[in-house]
């Protein structure tokens, strides 16, 4: 069973939006167009798995069903980024419902 933080659901915020590229990069916008980021594959995995419906243990098990790596290590590095994202005040949160 899931520890309760990972039953937490991320949201990105309203005011902040994203591009894929051409290349499949996908780089991420403040409200005023600016560019913020622009991420690897697998943080832009995540970002465009932030729905405000996905939970933090939805999200990881979506990641292990495409990459050979133990559950734990891929829970740490997902809530690394989301944090990271938290701390840039890109995303909110709200509990599972």
């Given at each position: 069973?899931?520890?309760?933080s990972e039953r937490r659901v991320p949201k990105r915020k309203t005011?902040?939006?994203?591009?894929?590229?051409?290349?499949?990069?996908?780089?991420?916008?403040?409200?005023?167009?600016?560019?913020?980021?622009?991420?690897?594959?697998?943080?832009?995995?995540?970002?465009?798995?932030?729905?405000?419906?996905?939970?933090?243990?939805?999200?990881?098990?979506?990641?292990?069903?495409?990459?050979?790596?133990?559950?734990?290590?891929?829970?740490?590095?997902?809530?690394?980024?989301?944090?990271?994202?938290?701390?840039?005040?890109?995303?909110?949160?709200?509990?599972?419902?």
């Amino acid at each position: 069973m899931p520890e309760p933080s990972e039953r937490r659901v991320p949201k990105r915020k309203t005011t902040v939006t994203h591009e894929v590229t051409d290349t499949e990069e996908v780089v991420i916008y403040d409200g005023g167009g600016s560019q913020l980021l622009v991420l690897n594959d697998i943080a832009a995995g995540i970002w465009l798995m932030i729905d405000g419906e996905r939970s933090i243990d939805d999200i990881t098990g979506e990641i292990l069903a495409h990459v050979d790596a133990e559950r734990e290590t891929v829970t740490r590095d997902v809530l690394a980024f989301l944090s990271q994202l938290e701390d840039r005040t890109l995303i909110t949160w709200q509990e599972a419902t």
